[in-house]
């Protein structure tokens, strides 16, 4: 073990069926520093927090942490809390009915009885301190998602812990929440606590932490110090070696020209959705592939799920082919032409325990209608077409969905919404949490949609992709569109500077 | 001095705390309670006016409230049990034959009791905590085994008359400063069976439990959500565990209350308890999700339940079939009045 | 190819043709039911008798073990048909199952008891014909309301359908103001035992007709894909056209049409009903009928076929143990044993323990293969 190391993770391996979510990891935390653990959607990140608080048991490597002699096994996260770890998670982990004050001291108080009036009072006090703006004795499901984040994070610096792993923290927070964030991961660090820090901001990395371990895949690319590390470096690690295929794609997606003046393929006009989006405008024409882009809940899966109708829309109107039609219920969307692939592939996508062959006929099944099913012999041929034209790697169309990797599940989705035969596919993060060559060969796939005339919108959380594979950008932010990216402005800095709503620096 | 200001603000602040779900269900709990008996008082009159009334409804549904008590526990903690009626049933026959046949006493028969109520929690508890098995189908089947259990001790009606169990059944408690005059003018004291003390005793002690105890409170942090309870540093089956197992023994000392009550043992005692005691529970602001419930507001839901039984039978509906329709009513209405309060927060969080 | 593979592998093959008849569905169940059958060839084996001789009536009828067994199961594999749809939807049982028999038989007497004994065979016809459809509109109205409530106000099955569990009998004898009607038309009596005749048991052919019935309804609608898709990931379901709550409301009301045919064939059985224990524990036997078919009660993925032999086996059981002088009331101890270990046996936490157990036996004899070689 290294001299001023709190906690060491060495040959860390961790596997889900069908996916090899770690492999071989090695991760060193020192004493009184940052440290930054950088990735793609999918890297492994939230899997190696989990293994070290127990959540996941770990399927091989050693952990050693300060002051234990051997290596220690983490069984649950009371065990890791017991040895001095403690974590805030991307989402948020309290019970949201039981009081502020509870959330932060349940399950660490000692003896045997809750003493409200002192949890009220230290919480009060803490809550304080960090200038939380909320009554302990509230009940938490009754806060805003920011507050609640906060609650976690004062929950946490108040156990007296080595280590502290702050898992995507700062997504629910605004600037001066982040400002007073970083003021506290400092104080900590001066104390010599040993902070772990998951982010995706790029920013907020340059500007608090000491070093950088990047994974990649469920693999180790390396760890850096914070000044050797340039930003373009950084970002090419993350990604890896794939940036020349990709940049091979842009040159195609250059080639094809859009009609902008003919007839919208869809248009909709004042949509007006249920889920805090504002009413907004939005076409798109034949051949075209156009990109929502925002930060985190800036409402750009929530406008695309009112296009599809999958939320509820209570006004505006909608136009396919310049023809006005009714879209209130996704299967409207679907005999209008659109395919829509969710964000959340395994909330929304996949029907986990169905066969990929019964996966892939789904949407068109239900289009036919209830009392018109498939052949079997049929189901199967298209079953087959899709594995081979997508390189589907499945033991047969008769394996469970679940079994797959990431990547392999996405493109079933993908081919179900192609066996559809949509003229307008949406596809909400179609790449996020799978391997690099899947990522390349969907958005391949995508300028091929667009070049034998179907329209499609692309969403991503990485700018790079959208660049590559959009030829317009519809720019969102707090639940509104905030401005329109075309042609030459199809850059980086112009992008940025769009979703942040101030000049460009 | 500053900090001193603030938590004191923050106490004062306290009141103003938004209405927690538990306390706001708890409210329309003791709100149909009250407007239930004035209707009672108002519609029926006389009898509704006397303390006894109100006191012979206790003594009637001592059992049911120990009963109800364990289920709201496990219904807090996101679970279910609906073995407690067969429970109460076994119960009963377990201590009739032993006191008659078996030449037990009083206390064998209680250490019976509470044996096999814990028995059923242990067993159900680890099938449901350890094994992640649904607990409604786990206590289906505890139900039954049951069921089949009281036949296999004895198919028939046994009438208890071991003395000293008689003299015990028999103890009436005069409530002080309760009472009615009757009509010559002699002043009659309430009084409760000795079922009650020991019902009135489980209340307060879970309600404690529930309210002040770290045990209790991540009760109501598993129901809330298991999976934040568990990064929290709750032992989650553990504390499903205990749960299923409280509720056993609340269904030891509710079967031994029935037993008390009825004086006797038979394989159609309690028949549909289980249900009386869900009905409470929900009645009483326990919400199915879990994470929400309080023992008070269950022993206004005993009492909701018992005041609207007897309204129905004051009202010559004494047809047998009524009061399950009855509750079964009562069930459906607060069951969808959850429903819609759980929408309209999810909607509200959106 | 494949053909050389086998033949490299046969050792394997063995294990490989073990392994999946192991893993079929129908291999718990008929597993089972060789279990019992076992049993009984060496506790009695005029167990297995079946005999032709003249009942009552003076006709021939077939008598015996086997053809009680495949008699009193018609109304459980009746049920199992729609608790299967049910489970596989909802995710949750229906247990109101047995007290709604009681109302949809409490019907059929209602309308039945208005009519004299000496009404003509076409007029009897009209009015059997008549309360029937009355009876399965009756029971798929409390199956909508019991659906209703569990896709509308997403109350759990099992709760949702205690309303109706807690209330069910009671309206039965509402139904007919608790009187204790009796039939006297012996041709009330045809539906529950034999058709002047016939010598197999009437409910015989109503159970095959109803599976049938659902063989049929699966291979011409996409109610197998559509209720699986829900019962697994409804939030997807939806994404891709289905409507979810309509699903699941329809699982209900098919099943409340199985307790129509149950509630119709009970009291034809004795023409006459006892509300509270006509049917009573039934809802127990179908929903261990499903998950002795290896159903997850969790929802999802199904297998009829199972599901309708898991209840075959179960009246099995039930008769078996008739046999050994078991009292009706004390056989739910013993199934409730069943069921027990059949939980014990498909929860996850002991499926998993087994797969690792068998993983390391199989990495260990890798192990042995490899040194050996």
């Known amino acids: 073990m290294e001299k001023d190391a709190v906690l060491e993770m060495r040959g860390i391996c961790k596997y889900f069926p069908g996916v090899r979510a770690l492999e071989q990891v090695d991760f060193t935390l020192r004493e009184g520093e940052i440290h930054a653990l950088m990735g793609e959607n999918g890297a492994g990140k939230s899997t190696l927090i989990k293994v070290l608080t127990g959540v996941y048991p770990k399927d091989g490597g050693t952990v050693w942490l300060k002051g234990t002699g051997s290596a220690i096994h983490i069984k649950s996260p009371q065990d890791a809390q017991s040895h001095g770890i403690a974590t805030v998670y991307q989402e948020i982990t309290l019970c949201p009915n039981l009081t502020v004050a509870e959330n932060m001291y349940i399950a660490r108080t000692k003896g045997a009885f809750t003493n409200w009036k002192k949890i009220n009072q230290d919480a009060g006090k803490l809550l304080d301190e960090l200038g939380i703006p909320v009554n302990p004795a509230e009940q938490l499901g009754n806060c805003s998602i920011a507050v609640q984040q906060m609650v976690a994070i004062a929950r946490a610096v108040d156990m007296d812990c080595k280590v502290l792993i702050l898992d995507e923290p700062t997504s629910s927070l605004d600037e001066q929440e982040v400002q007073k964030l970083f003021k506290l991961m400092r104080d900590l660090k001066a104390k010599g606590v040993g902070i772990i820090f998951v982010t995706h901001f790029l920013e907020q990395v340059y500007e608090v932490c000491d070093r950088i371990t990047v994974l990649r895949d469920g693999q180790l690319v390396g760890e850096y110090i914070i000044e050797e590390l340039p930003r373009v470096q950084l970002v090419s690690k993350m990604l890896g070696k794939d940036f020349d295929d990709m940049a091979e794609i842009k040159s195609d997606a250059d080639a094809e020209k859009v009609d902008y003046n003919g007839t919208p393929v869809y248009q909709a006009i004042n949509l007006t959705g249920t889920t805090g989006i504002k009413p907004f405008d939005f076409e798109i024409h034949k051949g075209e592939v156009n990109g929502f882009t925002g930060l985190l809940g800036s409402g750009r899966s929530e406008s695309v799920r009112a296009i599809f109708g999958a939320d509820r829309v209570v006004g505006g109107k909608v136009m396919i082919d310049g023809k006005e039609v009714k879209i209130r219920k996704p299967l409207d969307a679907m005999k209008h032409g659109i395919s829509y692939l969710p964000e959340d592939r395994k909330l929304d996508g996949i029907v986990g325990d169905l066969s990929v062959r019964d996966n892939i006929i789904l949407a068109l099944q239900v289009m036919k209608g209830f009392f018109k099913p498939f052949s079997r012999a049929q189901a199967e041929a298209f079953a087959d077409e899709y594995i081979k034209l997508l390189n589907i790697k499945t033991a047969s169309s008769d394996t469970p969905i679940k079994s797959l990797s990431g990547g392999n599940q996405q493109k079933v989705i993908l081919a179900r919404w192609l066996l559809a035969n949509p003229v307008y596919l949406i596809l909400d993060e179609p790449t996020r949490g799978i391997d690099v060559g899947t990522k390349v060969e969907i958005q391949k796939l995508v300028l091929k949609l667009a070049a034998e005339g179907k329209s499609v919108t692309f969403i991503s959380s990485e700018i790079d992709e959208m660049i590559r594979t959009c030829s317009r950008l519809v720019v969102m932010r707090d639940g509104k569109v905030v401005g329109e990216l075309k042609g030459n402005d199809l850059n980086q800095n112009k992008i940025m500077a769009t979703i942040a709503g101030g000049e460009s620096k | 001095m500053s900090v001193n200001t603030n938590a004191i603000g923050g106490k004062r602040l306290n009141k103003r705390a938004s209405l927690t779900d538990t306390n706001l269900l708890l409210i329309i709990t003791i709100a149909v309670f009250f407007v239930m008996y004035i209707m009672a008082i108002v519609f029926l009159g006389k009898g509704f006016t006397k303390p006894q009334m109100f006191f012979n409804i206790l003594n009637e549904n001592a059992s049911l409230l120990v009963l109800s008590c364990g289920m709201t526990l496990v219904m807090i903690t996101g679970g279910i049990d609906i073995s407690v009626g067969q429970v109460t049933s076994l119960v009963c026959m377990a201590c009739a034959v032993n006191l008659e046949f078996n030449g037990g006493n009083v206390f064998t028969s209680m250490l019976i009791a509470l044996g096999i109520g814990l028995a059923f929690g242990i067993v159900q508890g680890f099938l449901v905590a350890y094994l992640e098995f649904q607990p409604f189908i786990v206590t289906l089947a505890g139900m039954f085994f049951a069921k089949g259990m009281t036949t296999i001790i004895c198919s028939d009606r046994v009438n208890v008359t071991e003395p000293g169990f008689d003299a015990l059944s028999k103890t009436e408690v005069t409530v002080p400063f309760m009472g009615s005059y009757n009509k010559v003018g002699d002043f009659i004291p309430a009084f409760v069976e000795i079922g009650v003390i020991v019902a009135i005793l489980v209340v307060v002690l879970l309600f404690v439990f529930l309210r002040w105890t770290k045990l209790g409170r991540s009760f109501y942090a598993v129901g809330g959500n298991n999976q934040s309870a568990n990064m929290l540093g709750i032992n989650v089956k553990l504390t499903k565990f205990l749960a299923h197992v409280l509720c056993g023994l609340c269904a030891g000392i509710g079967g031994y209350l029935f037993f008390l009550h009825a004086r006797s043992g038979s394989p159609l005692h309690a028949q549909g308890a289980e249900m009386n005691a869900i009905a409470s529970s929900i009645i009483g602001g326990t919400m199915l999700s879990g994470g929400v419930g309080n023992i008070v507001g269950t022993l206004f839901g005993v009492l909701s339940l018992a005041t609207i039984k007897n309204i129905v039978t004051s009202l010559g509906l004494d047809d047998p079939w009524w009061t399950n329709i009855t509750v079964a009513a009562m069930l459906c209405i607060f069951l969808l009045v959850q429903s819609v309060i759980l929408a309209r927060k999810n909607k509200n969080k959106k | ?373």
Not at chain 3, 195 to 218: E, H, K, N
Not at chain 3, 346 to 356: L, Q, T
């Open chain 3, 1 to 373: 190819m494949t053909t050389s593979e086998k033949k490299i592998s046969t050792g394997n093959s063995a294990k490989g043709f073990f392994g999946k008849l192991v893993s079929n569905q129908l291999f718990i169940p008929l597993a089972a039911l060789l279990l019992l059958v076992i049993f009984n060839l060496i506790a009695d084996p005029t167990f297995f008798k079946i005999s032709l001789e003249p009942s009552s009536t003076g006709y021939y009828i077939l008598s015996g073990n086997l053809i009680s067994i495949i008699d009193n199961a018609s109304e459980l594999a009746i049920l199992a048909i729609g608790m299967t749809l049910v489970t596989s939807a909802s995710g949750g049982q229906d247990i109101s199952v047995g007290s709604a028999i009681a109302i949809a038989g409490s019907v059929v007497l209602r309308i039945a008891k208005g009519y004299s004994a000496g009404i003509s065979n076409g007029q009897f016809a009209g009015m059997i014909i008549g309360a029937f459809v009355l009876c399965v509109i009756v029971a798929a109205l409390f199956g909508a309301f019991n659906g209703a409530l569990v896709a509308f106000f997403k109350i759990q099955p099992m709760v949702a359908t205690l309303i109706l569990f807690t209330a069910g009998r009671s309206i039965a004898a509402w139904i007919n103001n608790n009187e204790n009607i009796s039939i006297n038309d012996t041709r009330f009596g045809y539906f529950g035992n034999f058709l002047p005749g016939i010598p197999i048991p009437t409910p015989v052919f109503i159970s095959a007709a109803c599976m049938i019935i659902i063989a049929i309804v699966l291979k011409v609608t996409n109610l197998r894909l559509y209720s699986q898709a829900v019962g697994i990931n409804a939030s997807s379901s939806r994404l891709n056209g289905i409507n979810p709550k309509v699903i699941k409301l329809l699982t209900f009301i098919i099943l409340g049409a199985c307790v129509a045919v149950c509630g119709f064939i009970k009291v034809s059985r004795t023409s006459s009903i006892t509300y509270a224990v006509i049917a009573n524990n039934i809802e127990m036997d179908a929903i261990l009928a499903v998950a002795l078919g290896g159903n997850n009660l969790g929802g999802g993925k199904f297998n009829m076929t199972a599901s309708i032999l898991g209840a075959y086996v179960i009246q099995f059981l039930t008769t078996t143990l008739f046999k050994f002088k078991v009292s009706s009331s004390a056989i739910s101890a013993y199934k409730a044993v069943v069921v027990i270990l059949l939980i014990i046996m498909s929860a996850p936490v002991v499926r998993k323990w087994f797969s690792d157990l068998k993983n390391k036996r199989t990495a260990a004899k890798a192990q042995v293969r490899k040194e050996g070689a």
